[in-house]
């Protein structure tokens, strides 16, 4: 439908982009019922080329979110069920010996699921370290090594890793400077009643998405460098990073609850996070112009899993969603200067 969507000025490509963002929804609306943010923040973090960690009770739709989305945008997808022993090999591949036309054994590499445009790391919690680090490796690589082969990901490559928020004994929590590689945390909520009633009435339903897709790989791709691309007005990115130092114990503009609250607040990479999730919320809204809003409307998915909370704020039940808002609120929006407005 939009193959004209990276021609033109940059208004245009933003305002192409704008009406396959609402034909994306449009169509995930045929099988998933609410869950706009969840869908949103995906997005963000495909066109940002950043990872999610998604956590969620059992049954509210993350396979069905990840897949269909992923059939929207012509993009190979793979789950992957993470169990306790589960390896590595069975995630990148391994090499096998086999026979070659002349009679002679050779290895050769069979590749894993890894090797698709959209993961989804079912329970990523529930795998010990070592094939944790497979994965992450990967992440951060986009390539995998085997036998001292290297064998690139082919891109656009977004993984997406699971947890469920209960039933913890026998897992494998990923630790700080693993959960750091993840740009977003994406928390998917029980619906709302009337939102329930219409999952429970398609349950049976035969309803599908469009089989062409509405944006194709290539696309995406092009998509991701206009993303990199949008300029951010100072004050924007002042106001980003003084979030993300907000959150810092040691920083002393950080208001007095973060040092009773918090251990250790947001690196720099929140920051940069931050204005890259603004920009791609900008051009998913039809705009060029990244906004303070923006910064606030994606603080929390990429602050929720960079804090660490005290023993003072557990003890007074004090989440790290409430820390959050109460940075938001006490961090004031810069005033633009007369050459940005």
């Known amino acids: 439908m939009n193959e004209n969507i990276l021609e033109g000025t940059a208004g245009q490509r933003v305002a192409e982009l704008k009406r396959a963002y609402d034909e994306i929804m449009a169509e995930m609306a045929k099988v998933i019922?609410?869950?706009?943010d969840v869908i949103e923040q995906v997005l963000i973090g495909?066109?940002?080329?950043?990872?999610?960690?998604?956590?969620?009770?059992?049954?509210?739709?993350?396979?069905?979110?990840?897949r269909t989305l992923a059939r929207l945008l012509d993009l190979k997808f793979q789950r992957i069920q993470f169990t306790p022993d589960l390896m590595?090999?069975?995630?990148?591949?391994?090499?096998?010996?086999?026979?070659?036309?002349?009679?002679?054994r050779v290895f050769r590499f069979v590749m894993g699921p890894i090797f698709a445009?959209?993961?989804?790391?079912?329970?990523?919690?529930?795998?010990?370290?070592?094939?944790?680090?497979?994965?992450?490796?990967?992440?951060?690589?986009?390539?995998?090594?085997?036998?001292?082969?290297?064998?690139p990901l082919d891109p656009p490559f977004l993984v997406l890793g699971t947890q469920n928020p209960i039933d913890q004994e026998g897992t494998y929590p990923l630790p700080e400077a693993q959960l750091d590689r993840f740009m977003l945390k994406i928390l998917i909520d029980y619906p709302t009643k009337d939102d329930e009633i219409k999952i429970a009435e398609a349950f049976m339903s035969d309803e599908k998405v469009a089989d062409k897709p509405i944006l194709t790989r290539q696309q995406i791709m092009d998509l991701q460098q206009i993303v990199r691309h949008v300029i951010v007005a100072?004050?924007?990115?002042?106001y980003a990073v003084s979030i993300a130092r907000a959150t810092r114990p040691p920083d002393a503009e950080s208001p007095e609850f973060i040092r009773r609250w918090l251990n250790w607040g947001a690196s720099p990479r929140a920051s940069q996070f931050m204005l890259a999730?603004?920009?791609?919320?900008?051009?998913?809204?039809?705009?060029?112009?990244?906004?303070?809003?923006?910064?606030?409307?994606?603080?929390?998915?990429?602050?929720?899993h960079r804090l660490g909370t005290s023993f003072?704020?557990?003890?007074?039940?004090?989440?790290?969603?409430?820390?959050?808002?109460?940075?938001?609120?006490?961090?004031?929006?810069?005033?633009?200067?007369?050459?940005e407005t």
């Open 46 to 66: 495909l066109l940002c080329r950043g990872h999610c960690l998604i956590e969620g009770m059992p049954g509210l739709a993350k396979t069905s979110i990840i």
């Open 117 to 151: 445009n959209v993961i989804l790391a079912d329970e990523i919690n529930r795998t010990p370290p070592k094939t944790q680090a497979a994965l992450l490796e990967s992440m951060q690589e986009l390539h995998v090594t085997a036998a001292g082969n290297t064998y």
């Open 277 to 304: 999730a603004g920009r791609a919320r900008a051009i998913l809204d039809g705009r060029l112009n990244v906004s303070c809003e923006d910064i606030r409307s994606v603080a929390s998915p990429i602050l929720r």
């Open 88 to 104: 590595p090999a069975d995630i990148v591949g391994t090499e096998i010996i086999e026979q070659d036309p002349s009679g002679q």
């Open 234 to 238: 100072r004050h924007v990115s002042t």
């Open 312 to 339: 003072t704020a557990e003890s007074e039940d004090v989440s790290v969603e409430t820390i959050i808002s109460k940075v938001i609120e006490a961090v004031p929006e810069p005033i633009p200067r007369r050459s």
């Open 33 to 36: 019922v609410g869950q706009k």
